[in-house]
């Protein structure tokens, strides 16, 4: 048993070595991504042997190309940041995914079908509800951490009600005039027999 598990804990440390030399290896090739638009031509048509580009909206095919991958590179960061990243709020980073996915998406269909009118121009509004969402789940991962780290049952928030103005609940409120009501006796005596008996 305790080999196996020794040689457990060897393998693992070389398996994250090496999957993070080749993390650390693209982050730092991550410019060269980038420049890679300077191998393009400088026309609006560019042909090879697969197959022919002609860039309709940038009348360029280096500048096309600069426009992608100035979309491309960042957007290949975050999803390295996006399937590495252990912090609980790693949902968040899904925002500016979905929006330069949104750019590189624009971007090529306008220069596909030359569009005068870009659609970059209303792109908070299409991605507004995705913004929302991921708000709301990231807002839930929260309120479950902090269950968990401070050990308040969420349930118990149901059924107190809390009022604004007041420092206890009204749940607190109605069960203390409930016990006034039950803990106050009427004497039956008269007050006069009542001060006789002091």
Request: some cysteine; charged content about 20%; proline content about 5%.
């Amino acid at each position: 048993m305790t080999q196996f598990k020794n040689k457990r804990l060897i393998d693992q440390p070389s398996k994250y070595l090496l999957t993070g030399s080749i993390l650390a290896f693209l982050i730092a090739f991550s410019p060269y991504i980038f420049y890679l638009y300077e191998i393009f031509p400088d026309g609006p048509v560019w042909e090879n042997s697969f197959f022919t580009y002609e860039s309709l909206y940038y009348q360029s095919v280096a500048v096309a190309a600069w426009t992608y991958l100035g979309k491309v590179t960042p957007l290949f960061l975050l999803l390295i940041w996006f399937f590495t990243c252990k912090h609980w709020w790693y949902h968040a980073i899904l925002v500016p995914i979905v929006m330069y996915t949104y750019q590189i998406c624009s971007t090529v269909y306008e220069d596909v079908y030359h569009v005068v009118n870009p659609m970059d121009t209303n792109q908070l509004i299409y991605l507004a509800p995705f913004f929302i969402g991921v708000l709301v789940i990231v807002y839930l991962v929260r309120t479950q951490i902090f269950d968990r780290i401070y050990g308040i049952d969420l349930s118990e928030l149901n059924e107190t009600d809390i009022s604004v103005f007041s420092k206890m609940s009204a749940k607190d409120e109605v069960e203390i005039n409930e016990f006034r009501k039950d803990n106050f006796v009427v004497p039956d005596e008269p007050q006069e027999n009542y001060y006789r008996k002091l």
